[in-house]
């Protein structure tokens, strides 16, 4: 069975610090992992995939097969960087799996 | 924004009631799909649509049930309203080989008293 799990409801950092929002999952397979970020009033959209290996407004995430992770990570946050993160996994078919999400609060 | 609409935007209605949501695109993509977010939950995926009359079950399809007649349009029913279905309904569609890529609708939020 597919699963994401998010262990952090709210992550609360101060403007500059960096931040880790962690993920883990559980598939037997090979997955895609995907970072999905909800900003206020703003619809839900793709921040990264970890096949691309890129980094999207700072953020950056590795695949860790041996620790099944993905977590998503910014050396420095910004303000506007405050948002709803959702860490999901593709296996199989097109069942797409999401996690519970993780409430990101940057502080002035 | 994608082209993606859902109608109505907010919903109240009565447990037992029949409730339908509409998720209208202009992409013209072939996959739709339609997710419930609750609070500790995430989005969890309802059901999906892989082309017109052609879907399957999601996680959490059990009262609920969908229709897609045109490639625009992807129906979701809920036969008969239950309480543990207020939440809120996105719809998402995606393009045919990059699936991962999902771009969502606005949500629409259904309280079942």
């Known amino acids: 069975a597919q699963r994401v799990t998010q262990p952090e409801k709210l992550l609360s950092v101060f403007k500059g610090a960096p931040v880790e929002l962690k993920c883990n999952y559980s598939?037997?397979?090979?997955?895609?992992l995907f970072w999905y970020v909800q900003y206020s009033r703003q619809r839900l959209q793709l921040l990264l995939r970890h096949i691309s290996r890129e980094s999207i407004k700072g953020f950056t995430a590795d695949l860790n097969k041996g620790e099944t992770s993905f977590h998503l990570k910014k050396p420095f946050a910004q303000e506007e960087d405050s948002a709803m993160y959702y860490c999901?996994?593709?296996?199989?078919?097109?069942?797409?799996?999401f996690g519970p999400g993780t409430r990101l609060s940057v502080l002035p | 924004d994608a082209g993606i609409t859902q109608s109505p935007r907010h919903k109240v209605t009565e447990t037992g009631t029949p409730v339908t949501l509409r998720c209208h695109q202009t992409?013209?993509?072939?996959?739709m799909y339609w997710y419930r977010q609750d609070p500790g939950h995430g989005l969890r995926l309802i059901h999906y649509s892989y082309g017109v009359k052609d879907t399957d079950k999601g996680e959490v399809s059990d009262g609920y049930s969908v229709s897609r007649s045109k490639t625009e349009d992807f129906l979701l029913t809920l036969e008969s309203a239950t309480s543990s279905q207020t939440s809120v309904y996105f719809c998402?569609?995606?393009?045919?080989?990059?699936?991962?890529?999902?771009?969502f609708g606005p949500g629409t939020r259904l309280t079942v008293t």
């Open positions: 998402a569609i995606s393009e045919a080989g990059r699936t991962y890529e999902q771009y």
């Open positions: 999901a996994l593709s296996g199989a078919g097109q069942n797409f799996v």
């Open positions: 992409e013209n993509h072939r996959y």
């Open positions: 598939y037997s397979g090979s997955p895609e």
